[in-house]
């Protein structure tokens, strides 16, 4: 890439951020966040789940804070949707973008959404079909493409067929997700390589959670093959509770200055972004893990 060449950095702190947080925000901090991140500049934010709220109690307030955000034009504001009934709790919430998710390895499939990988193309199905008569597009997560919780290591042609289904079913945008951060760049650079014998890398987004510190690393792989869309999280909230051991998403601050210093422009404010993290923990009580954020402690200790 060259300098100035434009990159996006989805926000999906509002919904995987916080899923996993066992202090939950209000509805009213919800909105606030959501509308302090459109402020920064963001163009896409996944703002919610529209999951049963008995699996994920901590987003059940997915119709209010979608009815209460200030939504700036240009902006998509989309949701998690798992089958028809989250589908149509999300169009009557008038979201911009539906993101149906499912995993590459069974044994996480059936853990997060209770099928089996079969099954869940059955049922995603009518869900990417219905969104787009709405006239929505459609994000699809890979969860577990570069590991698993509960069954190791993923083998790539397994990432690459479930890609190929969501694909045919016609999601416009695939987030491949290391949902218990467990990619190196080498592996990076291998699965990107291995997606592009079904799709063009204009249509992949990198999904990177920071367990063991891999993330930003990841990222630069990405880059290197060319991949132009990132998901973060401020401050770098996250995980996923059926992925026992998952640390947060990458944080969006970390990954701005990651873009920033390399001259690849985000369209996004640096400092608002920042200013949301110190927020964000106020609000939850506790200190974030984003790198930023403790040289930000440092310099007013
Ligand atoms: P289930 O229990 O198998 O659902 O759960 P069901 O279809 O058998 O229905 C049971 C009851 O739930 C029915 O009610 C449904 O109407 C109701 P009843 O008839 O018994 O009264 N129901 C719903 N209610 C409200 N909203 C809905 C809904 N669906 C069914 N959407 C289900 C299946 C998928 C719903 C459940 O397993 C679930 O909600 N799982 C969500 C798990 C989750 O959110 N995990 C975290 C997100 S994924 C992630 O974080 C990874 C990612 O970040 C990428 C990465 O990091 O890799 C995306
Ligand atoms: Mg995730």
């Known amino acids: ?3 100035r060449d434009r990159v996006t950095i989805v926000e999906v702190g509002p919904r995987d951020g916080l899923q996993n947080e066992s202090r939950v925000l209000s509805t009213d901090d919800k909105v606030t966040l959501v509308n302090r991140l459109s402020e920064a500049g963001f163009r896409h934010i996944e703002v919610s789940s529209f999951v049963h709220p008995k699996w994920i109690p901590t987003l ?5 804070v979608l009815a209460r955000i200030t939504r700036r034009p240009g902006v998509t504001y989309s949701a998690l949707v798992p089958n028809e009934r989250g589908l149509e709790r999300a169009l009557s919430a008038r979201v911009d973008m539906v993101n149906v998710f499912m995993s ?10 209770n099928k089996s ?51 045919r079913m016609g999601v416009d945008e695939l987030s491949i997700g290391d949902t218990i951060g467990v990619a190196v760049p080498t592996q990076v650079t291998a699965v990107v390589a291995a997606l592009q014998s079904v799709l063009d890398v204009s249509k ?10 891999t993330a930003i690393a990841n990222i630069v792989a990405g880059l290197g093959s060319g991949v132009t869309v990132f998901d973060a999280s401020v401050g770098g909230l996250g995980g996923c509770p059926y992925a026992p051991g ?6 969006t601050e970390d990954v701005l200055y990651l873009f920033d210093k390399m001259g690849l422009d985000t369209g996004i404010e640096r400092p608002f972004v920042d200013d949301v993290a110190a927020w964000l923990e106020e609000r939850l009580e506790k200190p ?14």
């Open 1 to 3: 890439m060259s300098g």
């Open 60 to 64: 059940a307030d997915a119709d209010e």
């Open 104 to 113: 590459a390895s069974e044994s996480h499939n059936r853990a997060n959404i």
């Open 117 to 167: 990988i079969v099954d869940t193309y059955a049922v995603l199905e009518p869900v990417v079909q219905g969104a787009k008569a709405a006239g929505l597009s459609v994000r699809g997560y890979v969860s577990t493409a570069f590991g698993c919780p509960y069954e190791g290591d993923v083998d790539v042609s397994q990432v690459v067929a479930v890609s190929e289904r969501l694909l």
């Open 204 to 213: 992949l987004a990198l999904h990177f959670h920071d367990t063991r510190g």
């Open 246 to 251: 998952a640390a947060g998403n990458v944080a």
């Open 288 to 301: 974030l893990p984003s790198h930023a954020r403790a040289v930000r402690r440092g310099q007013s200790a």
